[in-house]
């Protein structure tokens, strides 16, 4: 009875994109490796018929571990005194993006903690150097809460998408995670002035952060199918040794496997990233999150004297590699389940998606 009454949410989700609040719950609740299954199943035709066999990179350039925040569960959160820091500098920055560029990314991801040497000024510089180098590429940066007046400046130098995780979307939830100087409105009123200055945008959560119930995570997704995000990245949380969160359980691979079908099925063109830290929980982890359903790879191109600085989690992967290695891992390992890295900006399909929705079920 129950996996009949599982079953026939999977199918309303596949064919009208939306549920209650009730019915996620639901249906996170329903868990299976059935259901999963056919979730999987459901999320990869949907896939395949806007995006193919592709799957988009992104090259990932983590330009400082400095932060002013201190979120509980972030390794390079300010209290944490055993953190090396690092920043990277200009000159160093766009040079990883002219050795990913030859590499064949048409994306660079500007990532770093919130450092207040990135001003707008060093920032704006850093975009408009990377953009004129590369006209073909896109830039997306994913540098933490800022101004509206900010986000202005950044987007009119050049930056094309920007990726803030909303982290959760029940506000208590929110403050559990951080601490009384961050706030859940800040947060939302961020991805709200970034949507509005013309930016894709990119929201997200980990899976299994700590105080997290299905009933938080069923709010995420309906704050998903309510916000239309271009991309979301999603995770499984996993403890850092430094943090408050350090005993803490890490997320799942099957849960976060679950949403990744669930969310492409609620907004079936979304860029869907098969984190890092989905790599990093499982050695097969990256390919399990594209046969549920994601479409994007976010390969490192950060200096590799820098790497291990950048210690989100506990045992992350990829430390050690050059950005070549990294590809060409990636490269073998999208091969060897039937898919292909390909040379593209990799910017949504939104009408491509809807289209092809609509000529399958006239
Ligand atoms: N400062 C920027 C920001 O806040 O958006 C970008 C850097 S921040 C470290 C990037 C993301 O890492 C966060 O949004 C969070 O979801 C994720 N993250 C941080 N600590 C993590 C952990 N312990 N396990 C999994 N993901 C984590
Ligand atoms: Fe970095 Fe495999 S993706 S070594």
């Given at each position: 009875m129950e996996k009949d009454r599982i079953k026939e949410l999977i199918n309303k989700l596949a064919a009208e994109h939306s549920l209650s609040l009730e019915e996620y719950e639901m249906l996170i609740d329903g868990y299976s490796s059935?259901?999963?299954?056919?979730?999987?199943?459901?999320?990869v035709r949907v896939r395949q018929s806007v995006y193919g066999n592709s799957v988009y990179t992104r090259g990932l350039i983590e330009i400082s571990n400095i932060c002013r925040n201190d979120c509980y569960y972030c390794g390079i959160r300010k209290s944490n005194r055993k953190c090396s820091r690092y920043r990277l500098t200009e000159q160093q920055i766009t040079d990883c993006a002219d050795a990913g560029h030859e590499l064949g990314f048409r994306t660079f991801v500007l990532q770093g903690g919130e450092d207040p040497f990135f001003t707008d000024e060093v920032l704006c510089r850093i975009v408009r150097r990377i953009k004129q180098?590369?006209?073909?590429?896109?830039?997306?940066?994913?540098?933490g809460e800022r101004s509206r007046e900010s986000y202005r400046a950044l987007f009119e130098a050049g930056a094309d998408r920007y990726l803030l995780r909303h982290e959760t979307a029940d506000k208590e939830h929110y403050e559990k995670l951080h601490p009384a100087e961050m706030s859940f409105d800040n947060r939302m009123r961020c991805l709200q002035e970034l949507r509005e200055t013309g930016y894709q945008v990119g929201c997200g959560f980990m899976v299994g952060s700590p105080y997290q119930k299905n009933a938080d995570i069923a709010k995420d997704l309906r704050f998903i199918e309510d916000f239309h995000p271009d991309?979301?990245?999603?995770?499984?949380?996993?403890?850092?040794k430094d943090t408050p969160f350090a005993d803490r359980k890490?997320?799942?691979?099957e849960m976060t496997c679950y949403l990744l079908s669930i969310i492409r099925l609620i907004y079936p063109p979304v860029l869907l990233p098969a984190t890092t830290a989905l790599g990093t929980i499982h050695p097969l982890g990256r390919e399990m999150g594209i046969k549920s359903g994601a479409?994007?790879?976010m390969p490192n191109l950060s200096p590799v004297t820098v790497r291990d600085k950048y210690m989100l989690y506990d045992n992350k992967i990829c430390t050690g590699e050059e950005s070549a290695e990294c590809r060409g891992c990636l490269d073998r390992r999208m091969r060897s389940i039937g898919y292909e890295l390909v040379i593209d900006r990799g910017d949504i399909k939104r009408d491509r998606a809807y289209n092809e929705e609509r000529r399958i079920s006239d």
């Open positions: 059935e259901a999963a299954e056919l979730l999987a199943e459901k999320a180098a590369h006209p073909d590429s896109a830039v997306t940066l994913s540098m991309m979301c990245g999603i995770g499984p949380f996993i403890p850092h890490a997320g799942t691979l479409n994007v790879v």
